[in-house]
């Protein structure tokens, strides 16, 4: 039996398997069986979707097969993941199916599941619904049903007023935001909830299409929002990535802040309201270890987990840290939402940037960052990097040249066939030409 579920749901080209109506309709059967049996009565979900032009069949088969066992199912439309995850625990919901395939481009797609607190389904649902696609008969694509869509905007606005609500106290009069939406599923919430706090907002990359979500826009290219923020001279700048899970960001000169940053400025925001009270911090393997060196001097500990927002939510349940994140933006603040929430990291550093009274820029003061490269190499298979021995030799040798003094992190992405090379130290040349040798000998021995 194979597995489907990575560390973000199931996620493929959409209309091939596992992303065909057939399966989607089975993943909708199983998961209404498997909640039924648990809860004893008819099981409710909810379901909300990104902006892909496949989105809407693949909710829709999702809602066919859930309704073929009884479940009741309702749909929130367009709205980001996190979105979906309060949507599903403020309103009673046993489960919110998210179809997303997140920062990829728009001919994939995917599906992702939350339980009522906003954690991912356990695995031991997730295998039992990979068991029903295995077992599954092939079936005629017919029998797509219309979606309840009734209460869509009103569950719309509750996300946006939990959000509002929870930083009330901010004023945004006289501060300039460049958002870019990445034509994803923040396009018309983001500018929204920015401007209630009285922000001048100028919002790009927000008239999606169905198929331009994450094209050469968003948190994947901020080199746009880059250029936008300084052209307009705006205080602040953020991207978005296709579900609006991540944020990423820009300060006034367009500099780039990525999650390693945010990390950094929101727990020493945190530390000086006592709030980061066992002064941990959860960031992944991929952070930077200039971070590493920052933290230890305001006497703040680095967790490292590994890639994957469900690793950092674990270790962040496990230690009680109030703040993890990735360097891509995905931050988690589990005391307000264990989902990463790009709109609250937003709030969140907005609030830090206009309580300290200084420019973006200078709130990053205290946090120097080595210098990193990171190469993706396409593979067509995924055998551990130390049983291929050309690799092995090869990266003990650039070990070897760090030296002590940097990293070297080799990895396999969860959701794509690519090999991840990571290097950081202390000259970027030297970096680059390490990284690029290995990547060399991945995709002569893998590739």
């Known amino acids: 039996m194979k597995q489907l579920f990575g560390t973000d749901g199931i996620r493929a080209h959409a209309g091939s398997f596992p992303l065909d109506k057939n399966t989607v309709k089975t993943i909708g059967r199983s998961l209404a069986r498997q909640c039924a049996e648990k809860l004893g009565r008819q099981p409710r979900f909810v379901t909300g979707r990104d902006t892909r032009e496949s989105g809407e069949w693949i909710e829709s088969a999702f809602h066919a097969g859930a309704l073929e066992q009884g479940a009741v199912v309702e749909s929130a439309d367009v709205i980001t993941t996190p979105g979906v995850a309060f949507v599903t625990g403020a309103f009673d919901f046993d489960a919110g199916i998210v179809v997303s395939a997140s920062h990829n481009p728009y001919e994939d797609n995917g599906i992702k599941i939350f339980d009522p607190s906003g954690k991912k389904i356990a695995r031991e649902t997730e295998s039992a619904i990979e068991a029903d696609i295995a077992g599954q008969a092939e079936t005629s694509e017919s029998g797509d049903v219309e979606m309840k869509t009734e209460r869509a905007a009103v569950f719309q606005q509750a996300y946006l007023d939990h959000l509002y609500k929870d930083h009330s106290g901010l004023d945004?009069?006289?501060?300039?935001?460049?958002?870019?939406?990445?034509?994803?599923?923040?396009?018309?919430?983001?500018?929204?909830?920015?401007?209630?706090?009285?922000?001048?907002?100028?919002?790009?990359?927000?008239?999606?299409?169905?198929?331009?979500?994450?094209?050469?826009?968003?948190?994947?290219?901020?080199?746009?929002?880059?250029?936008?923020v300084v052209a307009e001279k705006a205080n602040f700048g953020v991207a978005y990535d296709g579900d609006a899970d991540r944020a990423l960001f820009a300060d006034e000169n367009g500099n780039v802040v990525d999650g390693d940053g945010i990390l950094w400025i929101m727990s020493q925001h945190l530390m000086e309201h006592d709030q980061l009270l066992n002064k941990m911090v959860v960031a992944t393997v991929m952070s930077n270890i200039g971070l590493e060196i920052a933290l230890a001097g305001s006497g703040i500990k680095l967790l490292r987990a590994p890639v994957g927002d469900k690793y950092v939510l674990a270790e962040l349940l496990q230690t009680g840290a109030e703040i993890g994140g990735e360097q891509s933006g995905h931050i988690i603040f589990p005391k307000k939402s264990l989902v990463g929430d790009g709109m609250m990291t937003t709030l969140f550093v907005l609030d830090a940037v206009r309580e300290s009274r200084l420019p973006f820029s200078k709130m990053l003061r205290g946090f120097t960052r080595y210098p990193q490269i990171l190469v993706n190499v396409k593979v067509r298979e995924k055998q551990p990097f130390d049983n291929v021995a050309e690799i092995a030799t090869a990266a003990a040798s650039i070990e070897n040249e760090l030296d002590g003094h940097g990293r070297l992190l080799l990895r396999y992405s969860g959701t794509e066939n690519l090999a991840r090379v990571m290097i950081e130290g202390k000259d970027q040349a030297a970096i680059e030409n390490q990284a690029n040798r290995l990547a060399a000998v991945i995709s002569s021995s893998l590739g």
């Open 172 to 228: 945004l009069s006289g501060f300039k935001i460049v958002v870019d939406c990445a034509n994803g599923a923040a396009s018309n919430l983001a500018p929204s909830l920015l401007k209630r706090f009285g922000a001048e907002v100028i919002a790009f990359n927000d008239q999606p299409n169905g198929r331009n979500i994450n094209h050469d826009c968003g948190s994947m290219h901020l080199e746009h929002l880059q250029a936008r």
